[in-house]
Antibody, heavy 118, light 111 residues
Framework: QVQLQESGPGLVKPSETLSLTCAVS??????????WGWIRQPPGRGPEWIGS???????YYNPFLKSRVTISLDTSKNQFSLRLTSVTAADTAVYYC??????????WGQGTLVTVSS | QSELTQPPSASGTPGQTVTISCSGS????????VYWFQQLPGLAPKLLIS???QRPSGVPDRFSGSKSGTSASLAISGLRSEDEATYYC????????????FGGGTKLTVL
């Protein structure tokens, strides 16, 4: 059974970079044709897709966030990561990592709250 | 940013059938699959309907999905108290190089 676990700082200062990692267990991230990705949900609002990385490393980003986002695979640790630069209060949200054979991804981790505040 | 449009709230009594709508456009729902998620308070969204009308393993057949043109619907029959949750639709949008779009969510209350 594939399991996802997000980790990273819960508090990030404005203008800094948000970095999160999603540890994957139950499967090798390059041995299955999944899209591995990130979705966020601001408090009280609907989800927003940030982007995904295919098992072969090809990336797909939300065009409205693309200039600030990097998603990448770390095969040595069987995990993938998110970097979001120049954060503001509007980036405060629960961040979920997710996986599936197609987009949008259907299976999400439990999520981690990231607050942007000085 | 393109987004799918859902009514903010819906309600029904136990045993009833409730339908939740999701309105999109010619670049998303009309030409791509629709997905539905159920979110219980404090939990991550759970996939309810995949590829417009398919139920993943373990999802009761009381839940069904469909689409017509630029709109999609989620129907819940035999409504139960545990169905009280927020429901989100999602699809792929072909504009701007392609990206995933979500609806704003419909809070379902079981009276």
């Amino acid at each position: 059974q594939v399991q996802l676990q997000e980790s990273g700082p819960g508090l990030v200062k404005p203008s800094e970079t948000l970095s999160l990692t999603c540890a994957v267990s139950g499967v090798s991230i390059t041995n299955i044709t999944y899209y591995w990705g990130w979705i966020r949900q601001p408090p009280g609002r609907g989800p927003e897709w940030i982007g995904s990385v295919y098992y072969n490393g090809r990336t797909y980003y939300n065009p409205f966030l693309k200039s600030r986002v990097t998603i990448s695979l770390d095969t040595s640790k069987n995990q993938f990561s998110l970097r979001l630069t120049s954060v503001t209060a509007a980036d405060t949200a629960v961040y979920y990592c997710a996986r599936d054979y197609q987009l949008p991804p259907g299976y999400w981790g439990q999520g981690t709250l990231v607050t942007v505040s000085s | 940013q393109s987004e799918l449009t859902q009514p903010p709230s819906a309600s029904g009594t136990p045993g009833q059938t409730v339908t939740i709508s999701c309105s999109g456009s010619t670049s998303n729902i009309k030409v791509n699959y629709v997905y539905w998620f159920q979110q219980l308070p404090g939990l991550a969204p759970k996939l309810l309907i995949s590829t417009t009308s398919q139920r993943p393993s373990g999802v009761p057949d009381r839940f069904s999905g469909s689409k017509s043109g630029t709109s999609a619907s989620l129907a819940i029959s035999g409504l139960r108290s545990e169905d009280e949750a927020t429901y989100y639709c999602a699809s792929w949008d072909d504009s701007l190089g392609g990206y995933v779009v979500f609806g704003g969510g419909t809070k379902l209350t079981v009276l």
